[in-house]
């Protein structure tokens, strides 16, 4: 009879205690849900206004980039008239006017209707060919129509 009671002491036990792990999970779960808001990333942006303030002109004409609806890019280098281009002459023809002329201004001028996408892949061009800073072209307020 002894044997026998060491013997049911000593079976394993068949069963596993999950309320521990499920209290973990949930508290892991409440955690996250509490930080995941918290964690977006975002930027604060502030839309220019059209009667901003125009950038103090140089002497010499900047270089003018447009895009239009199309998404056509167009350069116009010291007040030359525009021409149509693609990107890789874009960023030759810029890198070109840049290392003769580093203090000129790189200028973007967008249609109201082209793409944001496109004026950024205008952009990163305009970088990647050597422009250490970029302004952008608003219509005056009295060239603006009316709402």
Do not use: C, H, W
């Amino acid at each position: 009879m002894a044997q026998q009671r060491q013997r049911q002491r000593r079976a394993p036990m068949a069963e596993i205690n999950v309320v521990p792990y499920i209290d973990v999970m949930l508290v892991l779960l409440v955690i996250f849900m509490i930080t995941a808001p918290l964690l977006s990333q975002g930027v604060d942006v502030e839309l220019p206004k059209a009667n901003a303030k125009p950038m103090e002109t140089k002497t010499e004409e900047p270089l003018v980039v447009s895009v239009d609806v199309k998404g056509n890019y167009y350069l116009n280098i010291g007040g030359k008239d525009e021409s149509i281009v693609d990107n890789d002459e874009l960023s030759r023809r810029v890198e070109s006017v840049l290392r003769r002329q580093p203090e000129t201004q790189v200028m973007v001028r967008g249609d109201t209707a082209v793409d944001y996408g496109r004026v950024v892949e205008l952009m990163v061009l305009l970088q990647k060919a050597g422009a250490p800073s970029v302004g952008i072209m608003t219509a005056p307020p009295e060239n603006l129509p009316k709402r």
